[in-house]
Every structure is written in structure tokens, then in C-alpha cells.
Nanobody, 123 residues
Framework: QVQLVESGGGLVQAGGSLRLSCAASGRTASIVAMGWFRQVPGKEREFVAAILWSGGFTTYADSVRGRFPISRDNAKNTVFLQMNSLKPEDTAVYYC????????????????YGQGTQVTVSS
């Protein structure tokens, strides 16, 4: 099992920035990739960004590419999402996630999710 704890959400005006953090504990040796997803009420959870734990290769949803760089600190088992130029449509609950296999990473079927942190962007 991997446990995830997110932090850094909040309320921000459009155009502002927030930085999300997610610390992993437990079976961290099983981490292949960490990612961020988001969900708004009534909609399915959507992929935001991911980073491979070895090598640091990153992938992004088109809606956030160039605005939300993802990074990691392997020594602290922590992943970050720097959210810049925020828009009201970025409002959602953001979830940190872990993929413990290449297949789960490739199919975005992550094995573990955190409890989520609310991000609200006002216009």
C-alpha cells in the first residue's frame, strides 16, 4: 500500500498561482509514476499531469500544458504541481495518484489516490 497526502489547495483569483504538494509513504519502492488528476461535481475525474519516478519524463493534458509544470523530489517521495495562470475552469478537487506498474502508468489506471485538495479559481 502507498499512502498519499496532498496539500496546497485554496482559493485564488484568475491569473494567480498555487503549488500543490503530495507526499507518499508506505511501499514507495513500488512507485513507477506519480500524477495529478482533477474532478468537478458531475464529471469524471480527468488526467492533469504525470511524471515517471525514474528519469522524470513528464506528460500533460492539453488544457494545462505550459501552465502546470510537474516535478518531483525522489528523496522525499514528493511530487509537486505548480499551477500558473490559473483560470476559473481549473476549479476542481485535485487528486495525487501513484502508478505502481508501467501498464497502469500507460493506461492512466493509477493504483492509489490521495484524499484530494480543493482548488477554487475566482473570476
Amino acid at each position: 500500500q502507498v499512502q498519499l497526502v496532498e496539500s496546497g489547495g485554496g482559493l485564488v483569483q484568475a491569473g494567480g498561482s498555487l503549488r500543490l504538494s503530495c507526499a507518499a509513504s508506505g511501499r514507495t519502492a513500488s512507485i513507477v509514476a506519480m500524477g495529478w488528476f482533477r474532478q468537478v461535481p458531475g464529471k469524471e475525474r480527468e488526467f492533469v499531469a504525470a511524471i515517471l519516478w525514474s528519469g522524470g519524463f513528464t506528460t500533460y493534458a492539453d488544457s494545462v500544458r505550459g501552465r502546470f509544470p510537474i516535478s518531483r523530489d525522489n528523496a522525499k517521495n514528493t511530487v509537486f504541481l505548480q499551477m500558473n495562470s490559473l483560470k476559473p475552469e481549473d476549479t476542481a478537487v485535485y487528486y495525487c495518484a501513484v502508478a505502481d506498474s508501467v501498464m497502469k502508468y500507460a493506461t492512466r489506471s493509477y493504483a492509489y489516490y490521495g484524499q484530494g485538495t480543493q482548488v477554487t479559481v475566482s473570476s
